[in-house]
């Protein structure tokens, strides 16, 4: 039985994602899921387990991924205008990953690394002067960035105990400070006479 119904809810699923009538957030969703979760798990793996195989596979599957996402970043808003978008993104990106086609590495030796090669120079002094402006902009603005680093961790703080007050009402959050003493029963039997 619990075979019927999983092989029911694959079908569903597949009926939204493969539905060229259906909303597109099944199919960005996931575009998301094969595109970014499920390789920068594979990506873990493969740092973890030391395999210079799979790191180089993961290594080119991310430059393939982000000269897409590049690419992407300015056509994606008169392409997504397209019937069947993200439906061909997500077919693009399954095969980026598949081991059978291994289109990372294919778009990266025909495409990718012909065209670094052929202009390696000026992206290197891009490179630099990139990385250059960035050093001086965090030397000169070094103090207005830890005042920002102060007040976001102000304000992260004061959302923590937001948070923790609406989860636990009433209860203080333990801080690590030192441990308070009971508080005095002699006041409340006190208070509880002079009612009286």
């Known amino acids: 039985m ?24 099944v199919t960005r969703t996931a575009c998301c899921s094969v595109g970014i979760v499920l390789p920068v798990y594979s990506t873990f793996k493969a740092i973890e387990s030391k395999d210079p195989d799979e790191q180089r596979k993961w290594l080119v ?18 392409l997504y205008w397209f019937p069947l978008y993200y439906h061909a993104k997500f077919a693009f990106l399954v095969w980026l990953q598949l081991p059978s086609v291994d289109g990372a590495e294919q778009l990266y030796k025909n495409h990718l690394k012909p065209f670094l090669r052929r202009h390696q120079a000026r992206l290197d002094q891009i490179v ?17 960035i830890q005042i920002g680093r102060t007040l976001f961790m102000k304000i992260l703080s004061s959302a923590n105990h937001v948070v923790h007050e609406i989860i636990r009402p009433g209860q203080r959050p333990d801080n690590g400070s030192a441990i308070e003493a009971p508080p005095p029963e002699e006041s409340e039997t006190s208070d509880s006479d002079d009612e009286e």
Not at 61 to 78: I, P, R
Not at 128 to 144: A, I, L, R
Request: without cysteine; glycine residues 8%; aromatic residues 16%.
């Open 2 to 25: 619990a075979l019927f119904g999983s092989n029911m809810s694959t079908e569903v699923g597949l009926r939204l994602l493969l539905s060229p009538l259906g909303s597109n957030v």
């Open 128 to 144: 630099n002067f990139t990385y250059g402006e960035m050093v001086k902009f965090v030397s000169n603005h070094e103090t207005e």
């Open 61 to 78: 599957y991310w430059a393939a991924y982000g000269t897409f996402s590049v690419a992407e970043l300015f056509t994606d808003k008169f």
